[in-house]
């Protein structure tokens, strides 16, 4: 079936360095949407990549998503402690499942 | 406009007893998915429902594991004697339509201890 693979399985940096986690699928997918979760809670919708080479930018958050639609990355430029937590990418496979990675736990240390 | 709401938020059993994982969408929301996470991992897709019916239930363990959306009143996740190995977090979330690429709103979840 379908998987999506995300590393690293976590990250940890100093406060002020940049921070990326890439995703890669087995099969081309349609969309890719990507996901925040703190601590103890819930995942977050963050933002979703439609078009092969998408970049899309949300402050310090950049999200790409590869020519063949099979890759995505998101790299967060200079960290702060309010962006600890894991971030998963999600896409959907040809039924509408929304298959997510495994994600990528990031911690900052201040 | 209240978000997706589950219930409980903590749940304890102990082996061989029911469990029971209540979620309301969001208004407007007629589609519903639930999510198992295990601690350190990530979201595993269980099963997806609308109102009355099951779409794909293809994540969800063959025996032991239930889902219902009624048409009146919240979607039921019924887990029946329970293991040890069913203490995860159950994450509910729900969309507008199937529409791939639909964002999901997701559910504070139930986290569920079996002892």
């Known amino acids: 079936g379908q998987q999506v693979m995300q590393i690293p399985q976590y990250q940890h940096v100093q406060e002020g360095e940049d921070f990326t986690t890439y995703c890669n699928s087995s099969?081309?997918?349609?969309?890719i949407q990507w996901y925040k979760q703190r601590p103890g809670g819930h995942p977050v919708f963050l933002i979703q990549?439609?078009?092969?080479?998408e970049v899309k930018k949300q402050k310090r958050l950049t999200f790409q998503f590869g020519e063949a639609k099979k890759n995505s990355s998101l790299h967060i430029t200079a960290t702060q402690t309010t962006d600890v937590g894991t971030y998963f990418c999600?896409?959907?496979?040809?039924?509408?499942?929304?298959?997510f990675g495994q994600g990528t736990e990031l911690s900052v240390k201040p | 406009n209240a978000g997706v709401m589950q219930n409980p938020r903590h749940l304890v059993r102990r082996r061989g007893q029911e469990a029971r994982l209540r979620c309301s969408p969001m208004?407007?929301?007629?589609?519903v998915y639930w999510y198992r996470q295990l601690p350190e991992e990530g979201l595993k897709f269980m099963v997806y429902?609308?109102?009355?019916?099951?779409?794909?239930e293809s994540g969800m363990p063959k025996e032991r594991f239930s889902a219902e959306f009624p048409k009146e009143g919240p979607s039921i996740l019924r887990i029946q004697q329970v293991v040890r190995g069913d203490s995860a977090a159950y994450f509910c979330?729900?969309?507008?339509?199937?529409?791939?690429?639909?964002?999901?709103?997701f559910g504070p979840g139930t986290r569920l201890t079996v002892l």
């Open positions: 979330a729900s969309s507008p339509s199937w529409v791939a690429g639909n964002e999901q709103f």
């Open positions: 099969t081309t997918l349609s969309n």
């Open positions: 990549l439609v078009k092969s080479g």
């Open positions: 999600a896409g959907h496979n040809q039924g509408g499942k929304l298959i």
């Open positions: 208004k407007g929301h007629s589609h």
């Open positions: 429902l609308q109102k009355e019916n099951i779409i794909d």
